[in-house]
């Protein structure tokens, strides 16, 4: 085994507990800790991504252009990443985030559809970035297909492809072999993204590390959808502890999460009730906040709304059927069914 490298994307993941709306003063200080606490690579975009501010994800309370700007002013040695998902993030997005700042591009497409990405990877290579490859909802499918999925992407340009838990419904021998059917079939680096539902974003990541990824990432208190993601301070620590720590200072990080993080987080993700069902069910784990907000609007338990989002197999970009889902299940029991 050896050390991977972080990265830390509480300034995009975690943009979904916070609703999207992160300051400049917040993305300065995140920032700046992290740089100092060694962590290389920074991700910082709307919850969704590049275009993510909209009617459908919610609205970014200050421009992620500014974000972005800020954020790579703001480090000294890390390098400043984005996530962009086609469909939503389009080429024009990509070249202003070039422009702020960005010297690494996260490519997240649905684990069924790595084609639709070919056009994103060829911008990002003539541009010069780094380009990382993402396979959402990786529990939807086997390790043999997604290896077939990051061939794909390998041979679009990716310099590395995740295996992305984004419902963290993955155990960790799941985690293990859809690492190691990537690491077998790939030349470039595989890598790991855990979400915390059934509590086992931290085993997960760890069993990926020993299954071969190059590449990992966390955020600061977990802070992120769902029950939130493998939080940087603890993976720090447990990478350390195993003699895997990648150059990171565990303690600055332990104080970053607890003296800037935990002062402005609106609550502290954990697998809660609906969190758990997120887990359980296989659901897209920035459902859980709609679902409960939804469930609160129409009279509708949010566990009911997940559980049946997941026997429909929903994944990202599918949005709108929370709301159908609620007032399906509002109207069933209006009608006494």
Known sequence: MKPPRVTDTTLRDGSHAMRHQFTREQVRAVVQALDAAGVPVIEVTHGDGLAGSSIQYGFSGTDEMALIEEARNSATKARIAALLLPGIGTRKELKEAVARGIQVVRIATQCTEADISQQHFGLAKEMGLEAVGFLMMAHMRPPEFLAGQARLMESYGADCVYVVDSAGALLPDGAATRVRA?????????????????????????????????????????????????????????????????????????????????PFIPFQPIPDRDAIA?????VYSTFLLHAKRLGQQYGVDPLEILVELGRRKTVAGQEDWILDVALDLANQRTAGI
């Open 182 to 262: 990537l690491r077998q079939a790939l030349r470039v680096g595989v890598g790991f993204h855990a979400h915390n539902n059934l509590g086992l974003a931290i085993g997960n990541t760890l069993a990926a590390v020993e299954a071969g990824a190059d590449q990992v990432d966390g955020t600061l208190r977990g802070l992120g959808a769902g029950a939130g993601n493998a939080a940087t301070e603890l993976l720090a620590a447990t990478l350390d502890k195993l003699g895997l720590n990648p150059g990171l200072d565990v303690f600055a990080l332990l104080d970053a999460a607890e003296f800037v993080v935990a």
């Open 278 to 282: 997120i887990g359980y069910a296989g």
